[in-house]
């Protein structure tokens, strides 16, 4: 595996401080902020006035003035004869005399000439942070080839608050030379004025929930939005024991256009299953359960099977099988299209510590010998992020109990075949369904892991949130700002949170105006529903609450974004066995603010990556994103995605500039938003991203950086060769020996609950549990003291 090494400076004035940036900003829309934009004056090191060398790598590589310029008498070109790995780039000067100074918040046109020999080029951006200095900032446009004068312009992102000055620079990452001139960088002046409230002013702030007229049929726990705005809810046998013995499992596809349901046939028990959209839009299903849990006998099963989805014909066909089962497993699809999936329970109720991969080449699941194996048990439904240079972050989040061993996150490096742990997450054992995103947009590489609790210990769920910045050399979580706090029905009545109570089993949804919507959740193990909801601001880093959803949102429910903007919850299924089959509704504060921007006409639905694609609209806009579809389930969606999209722009016609990388915005169907300065999106166009079919000269490579490149956690690569993880039957933390199947009577009760028969039995009855037969003669929880079969009787509360 190559080193990944940070990027240096090779000359230049070195880091500023925040004391030597008490500078006023330039004004706005005048002359080019650039200093000496043409390489004319000359400065130190053999480099221009207020231009250094920079880069990272093991490459061999000059830096040139040269005479061909596009006007005056010099420019600047980088060459790259040899490279493994790494960039070269003439960037502006980090120093206080050069750097431009600009405005938070603000957007600025850069724009350039140049000649390239290597499609491997792209415009790169760095900020000047008050707190923590220079850092890397995004990529804006790769440039095309082009042996003769042209010309690029694009447009940045607003900046971000606690900057203060910009850098940029042509970064070269393929052999081959890149020659630039004639830099600008003008403010863009300011033109939308503040939005119109178009509802009451409690809406406009917080938005609004309707609860919809039409029930979802299925008692479905995945949701999967596909490419032709339709939803897929896959229940499989529902967590309801009666239908998997009757054979009867049910999908359903729901159409928001008209809010119908079409009941779809299912070959097999998908509760419980991993999914993803393939690159095709196809979705992928894997494996499900062969069996429930039977009291002192074995736990939940997997099966080996696994189905595509198509929505075209709404049909479901087999695949080749897996090489393990695995109920409940990760699905993370790759840079390359392939999908790798981790964990779950066996066909033998054990932990499956076989990794398996999809390859999209083959249309098929490789055989064991492969695919590279740690023989690791990553434990149920862990959340595995796809990382901007191809490895695997495993946030913490996962789904029962406690976390895997260490310090309850990693990185996984597959090429490599090692594991490295990664510190910094609270309480890391608590952190059973929680949720993590990995934020917008996909190129800040942040990862916000929110809430959860322990299904085992069933303590109060927590309000923790946690924050990972995967840029840094060795990145380390730290604390976020506390969930707020909500109303919990504790079976009597909602009433407030109270204390460090927050929750578990909480959604996330990627919004297009780039917050992070969280909702629902519950405070225990399949019990005492929370409602809250907030809008998470990645900028500010900030929580701020809106209208919660008026119906219940806790074990087996899933929030997910719609192609229009809109928010849709599904699901509830609570330790009495029962589902809520209601379906809320979001609309976002920024759907009553006016008039909303559309995308009058997309050009090419096929785009590719590197490309350049032009869109029209019918006003002016301020960004415009990729947001990956939802695949979700039990709180873990770690495909979701928001890929910000750099604009140029000409009037109504703007261009939009496609990430080189793969990793950052995998192959596959997006949702196209453009949004404007107000934060109000469009309704979504749909495109298609793909790789070309084979690489030519003229095809660009990803620009990968160096993050993540130091990690100094504990290093672990392939363990001993072994079949399974041995787990308890009960990982469920429901114990069978009460009620059926699809009942839950938890193997711990709340701290808030007395250790006695009468304080379990108050609870069972206050949270609507009902006759309860007591399976077999073991009576672990003390709930059947007369032994007349039946738990919590009058006589077993008052003998």
Not at 686 to 696: E, I, M, N, R
Request: proline share 7%.
């Amino acid at each position: 595996m190559n080193k990944r090494r940070r990027r240096t400076a090779l000359a230049g004035v070195g880091a500023l401080t925040a004391g030597l940036l008490l500078t006023s900003p330039q004004s706005a829309e005048a002359a080019n902020l650039v200093k000496n934009p043409g390489f004319e004056t000359a400065g130190t090191d053999g480099m221009p006035y207020c231009w250094e060398k920079s880069g990272w790598g093991d490459n061999d590589f000059s830096f040139e003035t040269v005479a061909d310029a596009h006007s005056g008498g010099k420019a600047m070109k980088v060459t790259l004869t040899r490279r493994v790995d790494g960039d070269r780039k003439a960037l502006v000067t980090e120093s206080t005399d050069c750097a431009p100074v600009v405005s938070v918040g603000k957007q600025y046109d850069l724009g350039l000439w140049y000649k390239s020999t290597t499609p491997d080029t792209s415009i790169t951006l760095f900020r000047h942070d008050t707190t923590a200095g220079w850092q890397y900032w995004t990529d804006l446009k790769t440039l095309d080839m082009a042996s003769s004068w042209t010309q690029a312009t694009v447009r940045t992102p607003g900046v971000p608050a606690g900057t203060d000055r910009i850098t940029w620079g042509v970064s070269v990452y393929g052999t081959g030379s890149a020659t630039t001139d004639d830099y600008t960088m003008e403010q863009v002046p300011d033109t939308v004025p503040p939005p119109d409230c178009t509802a009451t002013g409690q809406i406009c702030a917080n938005g609004s929930w309707t609860v919809q007229p039409t029930q979802n049929p299925v008692r479905s726990m995945h949701s999967v939005v596909l490419s032709n705005g339709k939803v897929l809810l896959i229940a499989g046998s529902g967590n309801n024991e009666e239908d998997f013995a009757a054979g009867t499992f049910t999908s359903a596809v729901y159409d928001p256009a008209d809010g119908s349901y079409k009941v779809i046939p299912t070959p097999k028990d998908m509760f419980c299953a991993g999914h993803v959209q393939l690159q095709d839009g196809r979705v992928l299903v894997i494996s499900g359960n062969k069996a429930y849990a039977v009291p002192g006998g074995h736990g939940y099963e997997g099966f080996k099977d696994s189905y595509i989805f198509d929505p075209k014909t709404e049909t479901y066909t087999k695949t080749n099988d897996l090489n393990d089962g695995h109920w409940y497993p990760s699905a993370t699809e790759l840079g390359n299209g392939d999908v790798i999936t981790f964990g779950g329970l066996r066909e033998d109720s054990t932990g499956s510590v076989t990794a398996e991969r999809w390859s999209d080449k083959d249309q098929r699941w490789l055989p064991l010998s492969q695919v590279n194996q740690t023989w690791s048990f990553w434990g149920l439904y862990p959340s595995m992020i796809l990382m901007q240079d191809g490895r695997l972050f495993y946030s913490g989040s996962h789904v029962f109990g406690n976390n895997i061993p260490g310090t309850g996150s990693a990185v996984y490096d597959y090429d490599a075949n090692t594991i490295t742990q990664i510190p910094g997450l609270q309480n890391k054992d608590e952190r059973d369904q929680s949720a993590s995103v990995l934020l917008p947009p996909a190129q800040d590489q942040k990862v916000l892991t929110i809430g959860g609790g322990n299904i085992d210990s069933n303590p109060d769920a927590n309000r923790l949130t946690d924050v990972i910045d995967l840029k840094q050399p060795n990145p380390s979580y730290v604390a976020g700002p506390p969930l707020p706090q909500g109303t919990v029905d504790l079976g009597a009545g909602k009433v407030a949170e109270t204390g460090n109570q927050g929750k578990m089993y909480v959604s996330t949804v990627l919004l297009p105006d780039g917050k992070v919507l969280e909702t629902g959740g519950a405070l225990h193990n399949r019990a005492n529903s929370v409602y809250e909801t907030s809008l998470y601001d990645p900028v500010a880093n900030r929580f701020d609450p809106v209208a919660a959803d008026p119906e219940s949102r806790g074990y087996h429910s899933s929030a997910f974004l719609l192609p229009d903007g809109r928010v849709m919850a599904t699901g509830d299924n609570p330790g009495n066995g029962t589902w809520n089959h209601n379906v809320s509704i979001y609309s976002p504060p920024y759907l009553f603010k006016g008039y909303r921007p559309a995308i009058t006409s997309l050009i090419n639905q096929e785009w590719k990556y590197g490309d350049t694609q032009r869109i029209t609209v019918d006003r002016p806009i301020a960004k415009a994103e990729l947001i990956r579809p939802a695949a979700v389930t039990h709180s873990s969606d770690p495909n979701q995605r928001f890929v910000d999209l750099p604009l140029s722009v000409s009037g109504n016609n703007v261009d939009l500039n496609v990430t080189s990388n793969p990793n950052l915005a995998p192959p596959g169907w997006y949702m196209l938003f453009a949004v404007d300065a107000a934060g109000v999106p469009s309704v979504a166009k749909w495109v298609h991203l793909t790789g070309p079919a084979a690489l030519s000269a003229s095809e660009p490579s990803a620009h990968v950086h160096s993050f993540a490149d130091s990690l100094r956690g504990k290093v672990a690569g392939a363990g001993t060769k072994r079949t399974a993880q041995k787990v308890s039957t009960t990982i469920s933390g429901c114990d069978r020996h009460y009620g059926s199947a699809n009942v839950c009577v938890p193997t711990v009760f709340p701290p808030q609950v007395k250790k006695t028969a009468a304080a379990r039995c108050a609870w069972l009855k206050q949270n609507h549990y009902g006759r309860l037969k007591v399976n077999g003669g073991d009576d672990p929880l003390g709930l059947n003291r007369n032994r007349n079969g039946t738990a919590c009787d009058r006589g077993d509360v008052n003998s």
